[in-house]
């Protein structure tokens, strides 16, 4: 695995630097650093698809720990070297069992505004994972709740101050925290993919920053990235079931159009209320490329999406 990943960055360091830095998302922005540490999972962007053989020869016994991985991500071709997860996978469920217990015993649900502690939650593209924590406060728990991120777990340590404060009260609370997840891809993910849940919620979704990119091109790769996003999502929700994306809700984001990509992937927009990140405790809504910078997210709105109702003949 260690000769791997060396060849993999003196070939990809030495000849594609240059062009990752023309485009800094949240992935380019961590190649350099999280290259140094074989224990953390990856995430490179590069503009073609050659850069490695996925039929080359790999006989060595470190490739029973890694998967090398091709596919498209809001317009861009991906090279993923993901560990696999470490966790034992009997531990990877949510707490269902307890969650229904709790229901049955007549239990109090505790709210904070539209979210209940009832409720099975999978969080999506958290930042430092203060939306998460706000959440499981104010239930008393987190067994309810599944959050994820986009990004490693070193990039999180290295990029926002109170991520790994945030993430270790979240599983003594009974969270499941998962890093490296694509919310392009999550539907097919070997855990997430088996649970219906009541809510998932998106805070704020980004594709990146481009900063020599037109306008029309950003706005298309935003749109695809929700549009992914939806198309996953609505695999993961109960009949019942919302999806809640929080957007900010005015000027170039009105034109991403979020009721016209949910409804072309068989979602109706339910309801849309405003947002005032005041309403929850402790929240920080933070740049998905790191620098552990606050953006104004006013004014915003959630906007919440669920199937369309079959009526039975």
Known sequence: MGQIISFVRKRLLGRFFKSIERCPSRQSEEISDDLEDPNEEYTLLFSTPELLDPDSDSDSDGDKDSSFRFHQNVGTTCIDIVEENRQDPATCVLDVENLEERQLSGAPERWIRRYCSSQRMLLVGEGDFSF????????????NMVATSLDSRGFLFR???KAMVNIHE??????MVLHGIDATEMANHCYLG???????????????FCSDEPGESQKRRHQLLISLFFKNAKEMINEGGEIHVTHKSNGFFLDWNLQGLAAAVGLRLKQE??????????????????????FYCHPSKTYKFGLFTTISP
């Open 159 to 161: 990029n926002y101050k």
């Open 132 to 143: 998460s924590v706000c959440l499981a406060r104010a239930f008393g728990s987190a067994t």
């Open 194 to 208: 088996a649970i219906r849940f009541d809510r998932i919620i998106y805070n704020f979704p980004h594709a990146g």
């Open 273 to 294: 209320v405003p947002f005032n990140f005041t309403d929850f405790p402790g929240y920080r809504t933070k740049y998905g490329f790191g620098g552990d910078r606050n």
């Open 170 to 175: 979240l599983r003594t609370r009974g969270c």
